[in-house]
């Protein structure tokens, strides 16, 4: 089945911890997304990368950072700077980067502050 | 600001009641369309979509939507709604100007709780 994974599904973070989400997507998708979902706020865009080692800055992306080495796969790791993290985050992914393209998320990591 | 506006938080309807969900965006140019479902416990989904053509589009499920560019409006609406479309609904708009390195921007509405009655 093609699709978009993320792991955990529920992840609890310490005061001062980096802690990383996985994403995968095996629909040979060439743009990912990372959104982080607040109740009542909808979906912000944190990091976004079209190609393999390019990642650009969404509208949160403060205290968050990403990688890129391989095209199935968009990490990100919530760090220490990230005050308020506890939210639900979902990865997103898109064929390609037209005006006309349909985002496909997957199912989400709840982060939790401990 | 340019913004996507969901003006129902929260909507309660018994089963077999019409539905119709608002979605109005602030954007002059060309813009795309789209309806999400996120269903308990699972990850969000498309809908339906709007890019050209035809204003009223209709989706997965038994949903449909009216674009009406003169309102700029997207309303999602279903004629009989069931228990199982209780779920949170999300309207999104990805329109131009394009970010750094080409790529356009979705801007997702607040969302809307439905919570159909059986």
């Known amino acids: 089945d093609g699709g978009i994974t993320q792991s955990p599904k529920y992840l609890f973070r310490k005061e001062g911890q980096n802690v990383t989400l996985s994403c995968e997507q095996n629909l040979n998708h060439d743009a990912m997304y990372w959104y982080r979902q607040d109740p009542g706020q909808g979906l912000r865009l944190i990091y976004y990368?079209?190609?393999?080692?390019?990642?650009q800055k969404g509208d949160i992306a403060e205290g968050y950072s990403v990688s890129r080495e391989k095209k199935e796969s968009f990490p990100l790791t919530v760090t220490s700077a990230q005050k308020n993290p506890t939210a639900f985050y979902l990865c997103?992914?898109?064929?390609?980067?037209?005006?006309?393209?349909?985002?496909?998320f997957g199912p989400g990591t709840r982060l939790l502050v401990l | 600001a340019q913004s996507v506006s969901q003006h129902n938080h929260h909507v309660i309807l018994s089963e077999a009641a019409s539905l119709e969900l608002g979605c109005n965006y602030s954007y002059g140019g060309t813009v795309n369309l789209f309806w999400y479902v996120q269903y308990p416990g699972q990850h969000l989904q498309l809908l339906l979509k709007?890019?050209?053509?035809?204003?009223l589009v209709k989706g997965i499920k038994g949903f449909e939507a009216e674009f009406i560019k003169s309102k700029f409006s997207f309303n999602l609406r279903k004629p009989s709604v069931q228990w199982s479309d209780t779920a949170e609904y999300f309207c999104?708009?990805?329109?131009?100007?394009?970010?750094?390195?080409?790529?356009?921007?979705?801007?997702f509405g607040t969302g809307t709780r439905l919570k159909v009655l059986a």
């Open positions: 999104a708009v990805n329109r131009g100007p394009p970010l750094a390195s080409g790529t356009y921007k979705y801007i």
């Open positions: 997103a992914s898109s064929r390609g980067q037209g005006l006309q393209e349909t985002q496909y």
């Open positions: 709007y890019f050209s053509g035809d204003p």
């Open positions: 990368s079209q190609i393999v080692n390019d990642f």
